[in-house]
Each structure stands twice: as structure tokens, then as C-alpha cells.
């Protein structure tokens, strides 16, 4: 079983700043990529920010350079620093990771989503 814990969430003023971790635990072999989406009420979830295993990232258009993903290997750990901060950014902020169980075993997991609420 793998379980991504979703931290750092909160309300902050428009322009202001926030910063997401995701930690995966469990039993498992490695993680491959690792993800940010978020989903604002009556909107379908979209991609925010994408990261490799071996650290090559996307960005959705609205948050590039503001946004910065990042992972810790080691801790299992992906992150997303959020600068700049705009109310249209306010969304339920979900992890997700593709985990390698064993050896040609893959399979996808999520977060249970955090909050974050930009006021103008």
C-alpha cells in the first residue's frame, strides 16, 4: 500500500506565496514521475506541474515562473513553491506519483488534495 500525504495548503493574499510538499510512504520499489494538479469548483482537474525521476519538469502556462516544482529523492518527497500567488489559482491542490511496486508493476496514486485559497 502507498500513501501521499499532501501538506502546506492554506489562505494566503493575492501576490503572496505558498509552498506544497507530498511525501510518499509505503512499500515500493522507486517512484517515477511525480505530479502537482489542481481542480477549482465547477472545473475539471488539470495539470499544474510535472517532474521526472530524473528531474526534468513541465509547467501548465498560467503558473510558468511563478510556480517551481522540485523533488528529494531520498525523503520521497515532491514539492511545489508557488510565488506570485493570483485568486484564480484558489483550487483543491491534489499529488500524484507513478510508483513502481515491483518490477514491472506500475501503478498511479493520489493525494488527498490540499487546500488553497488565494483572496484578492
Known amino acids: 500500500q502507498v500513501q501521499l500525504v499532501e501538506s502546506g495548503g492554506g489562505l494566503v493574499q493575492a501576490g503572496g506565496s505558498l509552498r506544497l510538499s507530498c511525501a510518499a510512504s509505503g512499500r515500493f520499489r522507486s517512484i517515477n514521475d511525480m505530479a502537482w494538479y489542481r481542480q477549482a469548483p465547477g472545473k475539471q482537474r488539470e495539470l499544474v506541474a510535472g517532474i521526472t525521476a530524473g528531474g526534468y519538469t513541465n509547467y501548465e502556462d498560467s503558473v510558468k515562473g511563478r510556480f517551481t516544482i522540485s523533488r528529494d529523492n531520498a525523503k520521497n518527497t515532491v514539492y511545489l513553491q508557488m510565488n506570485s500567488l493570483k485568486p484564480e489559482d484558489t483550487a483543491v491542490y491534489y499529488c500524484?506519483?507513478?510508483?513502481?511496486?515491483?518490477?514491472?508493476?506500475?501503478?498511479?496514486?493520489w493525494g488527498q488534495g490540499t487546500q488553497v485559497t488565494v483572496s484578492s
Open positions: 500524484n506519483a507513478l510508483v513502481m511496486i515491483v518490477i514491472n508493476r506500475s501503478d498511479t496514486y
